[in-house]
Each structure stands twice: as structure tokens, then as C-alpha cells.
């Protein structure tokens, strides 16, 4: 069993940085790769990032890619989104996710109970 607990969220201006973090539980963590998702109201929750269970290879949907940045600390078991020149479509809840295979399939064992990024123009 993984838990996981986000947080950094909050409100930034467009241009602005944030940086959001995801806490784990669970001896294991080690051995999952993780990612984040962002969903709008009435919208179906996209992909954002993964990255592998080392740290080494991380993934980004095309409209983060330059902007976003993922990483991970496994002694700390906690893996950070650091979200840069944000822009007012970043805005949304943002959910992280666990899964010991693949999270792009949208449909990883774990997720968070999302942390809210709300970007003004």
C-alpha cells in the first residue's frame, strides 16, 4: 500500500514558478514509477510527467515539455514537479500517481488527493 500527499500548490502569476511536492508512504516507494496528472473541472485528467523509479528518465506531455521538470529523492520518498513560466492553461488540480509498471496508462495503482495550482494572467 502507497499513500501519497501533495503539496506546493497555490496561486502564481503567469511567468511565475512553482514547485509541487508528493510525500509517500510505503517501503517501497523505490520501485514505483511516478508521475503527475492535472485535471480541470469537467475535463478528463491528463498527463503531465513521469518518471522512473531510479530518477534517471523522466517523460513530459508536449505542453509542458521546456517548462516542467520532474524529479525524485527515493531516500526521502517524495518526487517534486517544478513547474517554471507558468502559464493561466496550467491552471488545475494536480494529482500525483504511483504505479510499479507504467502511470502513462492513466490508470496507476496509486494516486494522491490533489493539490490545487491556480495561474492568473
Known amino acids: 500500500q502507497v499513500e501519497l500527499v501533495e503539496s506546493g500548490g497555490g496561486l502564481a502569476q503567469a511567468g511565475d514558478s512553482l514547485r509541487l511536492s508528493c510525500a509517500a508512504s510505503?517501503?517501497?516507494?523505490?520501485?514505483?514509477?511516478m508521475g503527475w496528472f492535472r485535471q480541470v473541472p469537467g475535463k478528463e485528467r491528463e498527463f503531465v510527467a513521469e518518471?522512473?523509479?531510479?530518477?534517471?528518465?523522466?517523460y513530459y506531455a508536449d505542453s509542458v515539455k521546456g517548462r516542467f521538470a520532474m524529479s525524485r529523492n527515493n531516500a526521502k520518498n517524495t518526487v517534486y514537479l517544478q513547474m517554471s513560466s507558468l502559464k493561466p492553461e496550467d491552471t488545475a488540480v494536480y494529482y500525483c500517481?504511483?504505479?510499479?509498471?507504467?502511470?502513462?496508462?492513466?490508470?496507476?495503482?496509486?494516486w494522491g488527493q490533489g493539490t490545487q495550482v491556480t495561474v492568473s494572467s
Open positions: 500517481a504511483a504505479d510499479p509498471h507504467t502511470v502513462t496508462s492513466g490508470r496507476p495503482d496509486y
Open positions: 510505503g517501503r517501497t516507494f523505490s520501485t514505483y514509477r
Open positions: 518518471i522512473s523509479s531510479t530518477g534517471v528518465v523522466a
